[in-house]
């Protein structure tokens, strides 16, 4: 077989949408292999929701420019959001590339890579997919492997929100849902190979199910659809945004034991004059509203959320009304960012007012309040015992040789410990007495494995 180097760039979408094409790709004679060296085909799915993102993928075309001096019979394919976004451009700028192809065809990606082996000439594949209805044909996973611990379902792809520093519309398109029944037998099957936790994404995914989905099915309901299914252990999803959360989402956590105790919400802002800048679509009293009602249902629910510093027109005030608002949630974890214009969105035709070192100063800033939250809240947890879904081997063995095993708890904390006794399989859920904290990491030692009741009854989380 021919073999394929894949890399991967961005976010959760991306990864499933690799993962996707290394499936469709191996069903056309092409294995994966970690060695680019000695790959026939690279394929890099890249990512344009940052500036940096975009330059490191540039960067990273240039480093392959060799490798294909010396065979010139190797495929270069651009993938992913970037690929959307530039097109025809991307080819001027790094020509040695075979073909550029955007997320709506991911189906088709054997297809473009034999096009591209039988002709010199390179090629753009960015249509977006004009019919209504979002489909993703099953396939078979490759021979002797088994779905990944922690496995990823597309439920929804596209968004219609349109916030005025968001390319995600113009690189994805509009919102399309796929039908509940789909989604279920992918979980299934997942499940069946060996999934023991199911997260359902989409770039909105808690708009799923709003737009010309027959029959309809709403988002909530397809959660309790989805926890039915037999052998799941745990249920989760992402990204939600504020605007489409409904009282019955809220409820469902409450209702539903294998919805994690975990939410991924992002707010960008603490100004409501920013958020309304941001074309947010909610205030800052609506977030916390919402933050409220799920700690109400869940006493315990643990929050992560995304910030924009910097953000044309923000003043020194309303970037410490973002860090207030964060310490008020306690979020233990966030992904923040200073902002960058991106092409084709609102706020790039907007006077960018805030010299790149009140960015970088304001993005240093949340960075340590965050590391202060993330200390806090992992402090809670020292000397408790936590229940861990084993995801894999660590990359590390303790220093005496025992099998170290990473997992993760509910509330998406990772946590690495030994496993003397050998006793442990991946999709394992054992029980972890936590002993140390480093960043948003734990390490300790287990003391149950697959339903064994330790003296103290473990907390999920």
């Known amino acids: 077989m021919k073999q394929v180097f894949l890399e991967t760039h961005g976010c959760q979408m991306n990864a499933a949408d690799t993962d996707r094409m290394e499936a469709l790709l191996f069903h056309s004679g092409y294995l994966r292999t970690e060695a680019v060296e000695n790959a026939d085909l690279i394929i890099v799915n890249t990512c344009s929701i940052r500036e940096k993102a975009e330059n490191k993928i540039y960067s990273l075309f240039g480093t392959y420019r060799p490798l294909k001096r010396r065979n010139p019979d190797l495929i270069l394919g651009l993938t992913g959001c970037l690929a959307q976004q530039e097109g025809e451009r991307l080819l001027k700028r790094a020509p040695h590339i ?3 192809m955007g997320p709506d065809e ?53 968004c219609d929100k349109f916030c005025s520093f968001c390319v995600v519309p113009f690189t994805r398109g ?27 994404l989409g770039q909105n995914v808690n708009a799923y199910g709003k737009r010309d989905l027959i029959p309809a099915v ?56 920013i958020l309304e800048e941001m074309r947010r679509g909610h205030g800052v009293d609506e977030y916390m509203g919402l933050i409220q009602a799920l700690k109400d249902t869940v006493p315990d629910m643990a929050f992560s959320t995304d910030v924009i510093v910097g953000f044309p027109s923000e ?18 974890n966030s992904y923040m960012f200073q902002y960058s214009a991106r092409p084709n969105t609102p706020a790039a035709d907007w006077p960018d007012t805030t010299p790149e070192e009140v960015k970088k100063h304001r993005l240093q800033k949340t960075i340590e309040l965050q590391n202060r939250l993330t200390h806090e809240q992992g402090q809670r947890f020292l000397g408790k015992s936590v229940e861990v879904l084993v995801e894999g081997l660590s990359r590390k063995s303790s220093d005496d040789g025992t099998p170290r095993w990473r997992g993760r708890t509910a509330h998406y904390w990772s946590l690495q410990f030994d496993d003397p006794e050998s006793k ?25 494995c697959n339903g064994e009741v330790p003296q103290k009854n473990p907390v999920k989380v």
Not at 174 to 200: F, M, N, P, V
Not at 252 to 264: I, P, R, S, T
């Open 218 to 273: 709403a988002f909530h309901e397809l959660l309790y659809r989805v926890a039915e299914i037999p052998g799941l252990e745990r249920l989760r999803f992402t990204t939600s945004h504020p605007r489409d959360f409904t009282p019955e989402t809220v409820t469902a956590f409450g209702e539903l034991d294998v919805l994690v105790n975990h939410l991924h919400l992002p707010v960008q802002s603490g100004s409501d004059r």
């Open 106 to 158: 991911v189906e088709r990606v054997a297809q473009v890579v034999e096009a591209a082996t039988k002709s010199r000439k390179s090629r753009v594949w960015i249509e977006f997919d004009k019919g209504k209805e979002y489909a993703i044909p099953q396939i078979d996973l490759l021979p002797g492997e088994r779905a990944n611990t922690s496995s990823f379902v597309n439920i929804i792809k596209g």
């Open 174 to 200: 509009r919102e399309k849902s796929r039908s509940a029944d789909e989604i279920c037998a992918e979980a299934r099957q997942l499940i069946d190979q060996g999934a023991r936790e199911i997260i359902l």
């Open 98 to 100: 075979n073909f550029v």
């Open 424 to 448: 442990v399989q991946q999709g394992d859920l054992v029980t972890v007495q936590v002993e140390g904290l480093r960043g948003h990491s734990f390490f300790g030692s287990m003391i149950g």
């Open 315 to 332: 003043t020194e005030r309303e970037f410490e009304m973002t860090l207030e608002l964060m310490g008020k949630v306690g979020f233990s």
